[in-house]
């Protein structure tokens, strides 16, 4: 994959250079073997900075709002779901078109750092990976590894949609073809087959482990209210206490909140501290809209408006 | 010093012991998640782990805690303490997250501002440590004199060596412990134990990946509130959660508020704040004195590595790494102190 890091770095230099944007935000090595880190460039002698490959996993979407009133055109590295992301905050008007530049990297799909790092000698440094279909050879200086992609990459990349973004200016390499380890609601469709008191035990048991440490909601790229009804503290609608019925309400509310508009990149799910699996809410979700209305993933194209932004004299309504 | 064994076919009596004699909280595994929390059996223990991801202060600052409850009458308001703390046994907390505990006494057992919930629990717990058996590539409690077989802060400290553990006898609490429980304990010599674990500190000490340098570093920071360090990278990437705070085993930060309902019947909580907050430092008028990530990442680092010495004479930091393993962007406080290194050594 270092001929796709040449070229993202290629690209950004010349975006730099021509005055094109006055930031890149992509990805740099990380302090760990396996991690990469968002970088923040804003200078064509940094570009040495970024880097790609199957450790890219955060979606970086997000950074684009902290610079929407900022001077100057920021460019952005994004894989196909963060791409999703990109439509949304435009459809959202939280951004606007004019002032970003897309630079979209086909993704072959992403490993989850822990796993790799269980395996890699703690010294060990990351020479190059290579994708070689069903899995990925990470080379480090203590020797080759083989990462089966069923087994070691991040569970939402199971099923992935849009290995290619859905939105860019620039396009980096060959696009890939689609291709799923898993169906898509599976898990879902395996909860929704509980009983009420069985699926209120499963929910409980991961909500009592919840820390509120937001991670979930901060990485989430639709979550973009200045004010967030969590940190509220006039009226306080959810209180920093934290049990079993504080941290439920919370749990349902942000759910709720990104029904329709959440782009399920699986960011949720990838940063809690607690592995609580916060994507599986959203995906009840997704699987309810596409049953009801046929909704396509949001963001997976321009100008979709989000199933709960829409009406139309056909939509289903048995509750009424 | 004083030292016993216990032998692995005994540990499971013991634990069992202590669950009926005290409340026995041990770490325990919850899907992939390990966690400490009151056990009643010794079944329930998970002892072949590297670092829980939540640290053992729960124990005596935990996340949410009832200072009292009250119920107002209309002529008069009752308050109601909780019960005082029980009996406990902190069992297999690592020797990173015990000494965390001793950069947390000053704080809370000072004698300008004692506090009774945190001290009657301290005093009513034994800690019994567990020393590791392995070095993730996130650890480097030896950044701050700690080690991986260090006691430190425990009142017994079990160290396994093949079928045995070897329990070094810190303090008279941990001895009356012993004492009391002496069936379980062994009275072999302990001399070819003690030599193992001698060998086995040598040789996880020599196993750290993260090469930590401290030089320069809290000179730099007291010289210099307004270091351009500060504007550079960390602020940019960091995404405001409390997860590096809220698995740190020495943040310590919490918040007081009336949970009251309708009928002015409610409780007074503590729990756990996090300097990544906005509304952390947000005064009643409105004013933010951190108003953005950029003040919010500096006095979180600033506190680690300037504040506590100023105050404690002790880094706010003992090197457990959870922070690193967590950050959702991958911002590595060892990085940081690098980073303020160079800074320092340029300047």
């Known amino acids: 994959m270092m001929n796709l890091t040449k070229q993202i770095r290629e690209q950004a230099k010349k975006l730099l250079e021509e005055k094109k944007v006055d930031l890149v935000i992509g990805f740099g090595q990380g302090t760990e073997l396996a991690r990469t880190t968002p970088v923040f460039i804003d200078s064509p002698e940094g570009v040495s900075a970024l880097t790609w490959g199957p450790f890219c996993a955060n979606n970086l979407a997000k950074y684009l709002v902290d610079y929407k009133n900022a001077p100057g055109n920021v460019a952005i590295v994004v894989k196909g779901c963060d791409s999703r992301s990109v439509i949304r905050l435009l459809d959202d008007n939280q951004i606007s078109r004019d002032k970003i530049v897309v630079i979209g990297v086909p993704c072959a799909g992403q490993l989850e750092w822990q796993k790799v790092a269980d395996e890699v000698k703690p010294d060990a440094t990351l020479k190059e990976t290579v994708d070689n279909g069903d899995s990925f050879v990470v080379k480090t200086s203590t020797g080759d590894h083989t990462f089966n992609k069923k087994d070691y990459m991040l569970h939402r990349c199971l099923v992935c949609e ?26 879902v469709e395996e909860l929704e087959q509980l009983g009420l008191e069985e699926k209120s035990a499963y929910w409980d048991k991961q909500f009592s482990r919840c820390l509120r440490c937001y991670a979930c909601r901060n990485v989430c790229s639709v979550c973009t209210c200045e004010l967030c009804v969590f940190d509220q503290m006039k009226p306080m609608w959810v209180s920093k206490r934290t049990n079993l019925s504080e941290n439920t309400v919370f749990h349902i509310t942000r759910a709720f909140h990104v029904a329709g508009r959440c782009v399920d990149c699986g960011e949720c799910d990838r940063v809690c501290p607690m592995d609580i699996p916060i994507r599986k809410l959203n995906q009840k979700i997704h699987k309810d809209l596409k049953d009801l209305f046929d909704s396509p993933t949001p963001g997976s194209k321009e100008g979709l408006l989000s199933a709960l932004g829409e009406f139309s004299l056909g939509d289903p309504e048995e509750f009424m | 010093m004083k030292a016993k064994i216990v032998n692995k076919g005994q540990l499971s009596g013991l634990l069992d012991k202590l669950a009926k004699d005290y409340d026995l909280v041990a770490p325990v595994k919850e899907e992939t998640i390990t966690l400490f929390k009151k056990i009643s059996s010794a079944q329930d223990a998970f002892l072949d782990y590297t670092n829980s991801d ?5 124990c005596f600052l935990p996340q949410s805690e009832k200072i009292f409850s009250y119920t107002y009458t209309g002529d008069s308001l009752e308050i109601v303490k909780p019960e005082s703390a029980k009996k406990t046994v902190l069992f297999g907390a690592r020797p990173c997250d015990i000494k965390a ?3 947390l006494d000053p704080v809370f057992e000072g004698e300008k501002f004692g506090d009774e919930f945190y001290s009657s629990k301290r005093e009513n717990t034994v800690i019994i440590g567990l020393s590791c058996s ?4 996130t650890c480097f409690c030896y950044a701050f004199g700690g080690g991986p077989c260090d006691g430190t802060g425990s009142d017994l400290l079990f160290t396994e060596i093949g079928d045995k553990y070897y329990v070094e006898i810190n303090t008279d609490k941990g001895q009356a412990l012993v004492d009391a429980n002496s069936q379980f304990f062994s009275s072999e010599s302990t001399d070819q134990l003690a030599k193992d674990k001698e060998e086995l500190a040598k040789k996880l000490a020599g196993e750290f990946v993260k090469k930590v340098d401290l030089t320069g570093v809290k000179e730099l920071l007291d010289s210099d509130f ?14 405001g959660c409390g997860t590096c705070t809220y698995v740190c085993p020495t943040c310590h930060c919490f918040d007081i508020f009336d949970f009251t309902t309708g009928d002015i019947t409610g409780d007074r909580i503590r729990c756990w704040d996090s300097c990544m907050y906005p509304e952390y430092t947000l005064m009643a008028g409105g004013h933010n004195p951190r108003p953005t990530r950029k003040e919010r990442i500096r006095n979180r680092f600033m506190h680690k590595l300037k504040y506590h010495l100023d105050r404690y004479n002790m880094v706010g930091c003992v090197g457990c790494g959870r922070c690193i393993r967590k950050c959702p962007v991958n911002i590595d406080i060892t990085k940081i102190i690098n980073d303020l290194k160079e800074v320092a050594q340029n300047a």
């Open chain 1, 162 to 187: 849009n290995p290619n973004p859905v939105i860019a200016d620039f396009t980096i390499g060959e696009e890939l073809p689609v291709k799923n380890y898993a169906e898509r609601f599976a898990e």
């Open chain 2, 54 to 58: 939540v640290s053992p202060k729960g």
């Open chain 2, 101 to 103: 505990i001793t950069t």
């Open chain 2, 134 to 137: 392995k070095v993730l590539s």
């Open chain 2, 226 to 239: 307004e270091l351009a360090y500060w504007d550079e990278d960390p602020y940019k990437k960091c995404i």
